[in-house]
Structure formats: C-alpha cells, structure tokens
C-alpha cells in the first residue's frame, strides 16, 4: 500500500483528508444550531447536513479501519 516514501498510500491520505474535514464541519453545526438566530429552513438544513456528515464520518472510519487491518495483516504475512 504505501507508495515511494511516504507512510501511507494516496487513497488512505484522502480518506483520512475527508475525515478530518468532515468532523471539523460537525463541530461547525454544532455551533450553527446553538445560534439563536438559525431557526427554521436553515436549522433544518443545517441538521440535515450534519446527519449526512455523520454518516459519512462513520463510513470513513470503516473503510480505513478494514485498509489499515489489510495493511497490517499484509506487513505480518511479508
């Protein structure tokens, strides 16, 4: 999986990229939805977001989870 000199391939870094991404942006509904102000169309907006990038987090996990798992089982068998 890793490529030339880098620790991990370009696949499991753009995961990890997305990841990252997608939980700062659940940080960032959370304190949208604490606003006052952000009510109706937007607040729901803003929870459909959130549930969407839950999922998405969720999905990320596993994926780099089952890639790492192979890498490792990969790196014992060598």
Same mark, same amino acid.
């Given at each position: 999986?890793?490529?030339?000199?880098?620790?991990?391939?370009?696949?499991?870094?753009?995961?990890?990229?997305?990841?990252?991404?997608?939980?700062?942006?659940?940080?960032?509904?959370? /304190?949208?939805?604490?606003?006052?102000? !952000?009510?109706?169309?937007? #607040?729901? @907006?803003?929870? &459909? %977001? /959130?549930?969407?990038?839950?999922?998405? !987090?969720?999905?990320?996990? #596993?994926? @780099?989870?089952? &890639? %790492?798992?192979?890498?490792?089982?990969?790196?014992?068998?060598?």
């Amino acid at each position: 999986m890793p490529q030339g000199k880098y620790a991990v391939d370009n696949l499991t870094y753009d995961l990890m990229a997305v990841g990252y991404e997608k939980s700062k942006a659940l940080e960032a509904y959370e /304190r949208y939805l604490n606003d006052a102000q !952000v009510e109706g169309e937007a #607040r729901q @907006l803003f929870e &459909r %977001l /959130r549930e969407q990038d839950h999922k998405a !987090v969720q999905e990320i996990k #596993r994926l @780099l989870h089952d &890639r %790492l798992m192979r890498e490792l089982q990969g790196s014992k068998a060598a």
